[in-house]
């Protein structure tokens, strides 16, 4: 287990039990405020989830500017035809 000061003291934390999660507590290119009111709820295994809206996590990669992200962005505007 870890506790919310572990987690507030990385950029990142992976918790990889039965799902791969990835708890980000400072994002590029966007601020919580921001994002809180358009996030999106998604349901996994009966639990609700709150998750980054489309225009946000687009937002954030194109802030990051690897490659990877650049590849995340074309492949999610793709998806938003």
């Known amino acids: 287990m870890t506790t919310i000061e572990d987690i507030l003291a990385?950029?990142?934390t992976i918790f990889n039990d039965r799902v791969r999660i990835d708890v980000q507590?400072?994002?590029p290119g966007i601020?919580?405020?921001d994002v809180w009111v358009?996030?999106?709820?998604?349901t996994y295994q009966k639990q609700?989830?709150?998750i980054l809206?489309?225009?946000d996590l687009i937002a954030s990669k194109q802030a990051a500017?690897?490659?990877k992200d650049i590849e995340d962005?074309?492949?999610?505007?793709?998806?938003d035809d």
């Not at 962005?73 to 998806?79: K, P, S």
């Open 73 to 79: 962005i074309n492949a999610l505007q793709a998806g």
């Open 65 to 67: 500017g690897r490659p």
């Open 38 to 42: 358009r996030r999106k709820i998604v």
């Open 48 to 50: 609700q989830f709150y």
């Open 53 to 55: 809206s489309l225009t």
């Open 31 to 33: 601020e919580f405020d």
């Open 10 to 12: 990385h950029d990142v």
């Open 25 to 27: 507590t400072k994002t």
